[in-house]
Structure formats: C-alpha cells, structure tokens
Nanobody, 124 residues
Framework: QVQLVESGGGLVQPGGSLRLSCAASGFTLDYYAIGWFRQAPGKEREAVSCISSSDGSTYYADSVKGRFTISRDNAKNTMYLQMNSLKPEDTDVYYC?????????????????WGQGTQVTVSS
C-alpha cells in the first residue's frame, strides 16, 4: 500500500524553525520527484518546493527562498522540509507529495501521491 505520512508540524514563534518529515512506504521515493505544497482554507494549494530525481532540478517559491530547504534521505525513504526564519504568513497546512513522472515542474496537478497534511502555525 502506497502511503506518505507526515510529521513535524506545530506551533512556533516568528523567527523560529521547524522540520517537516514525510515517510514513504509501498514505493521507493528516490526514483521520483518530491514536493511540498501548502494550503490555507478557501485558497488553492500553493507549491512551496520541489526537487526532481533525474536531474536534481529544484524549485522554491519566491516567498520561501533562502529560508526553506527541501531534501530527501533515500536510505530512510523519507523527505524533509527544513523551515527557518518562519513568518506568520507561513501559517498553513503543509502537504508532501510525489510525482511518478519525475517532472521538473512544481505543479500540484502533476503529483500523484499525497500525505495527509500537517498544520504549521507561526504566531507569538
């Protein structure tokens, strides 16, 4: 059974850090593009960061460049999103996802498998 299970969300003060994890089971992550997306109630899902497997091309949304880092640990079959210098506007539900076609495009409709989402709240 294919599954992506997220962890690491929570409440953090502005300027703080969180690391989101997404453990995959039922398939091997390192063959496919991986991505992180976020969504606020009533809004469209927004791409945060993606990285392809074949050429390593990486995308970051302008709003997170220099603060967030996407990575994967193939030995653990797990992907991560390190989030530093968090701002209140980063508050959202964050989703991990994988694209079986290993697209270089960080577009939600390209992605096939999704985690359940984890809430990140940045507030003092």
């Amino acid at each position: 059974q294919v599954q992506l299970v997220e962890s690491g969300g929570g409440l953090v003060q502005p300027g703080g850090s969180l690391r989101l994890s997404c453990a995959a089971s039922g398939f091997t992550l390192d063959y496919y593009a991986i991505g992180w997306f976020r969504q606020a109630p009533g809004k469209e899902r927004e791409a945060v960061s993606c990285i392809s497997s074949s050429d390593g091309s990486t995308y970051y949304a302008d709003s997170v460049k220099g603060r967030f880092t996407i990575s994967r640990d193939n030995a653990k079959n797990t992907m991560y999103l390190q989030m530093n210098s968090l701002k209140p506007e980063d508050t959202d539900v964050y989703y991990c996802a994988t694209d079986l076609d290993d697209s270089s495009w960080c577009l939600a409709y390209e992605y096939d498998y999704w985690g359940q989402g984890t809430q990140v709240t940045v507030s003092s």
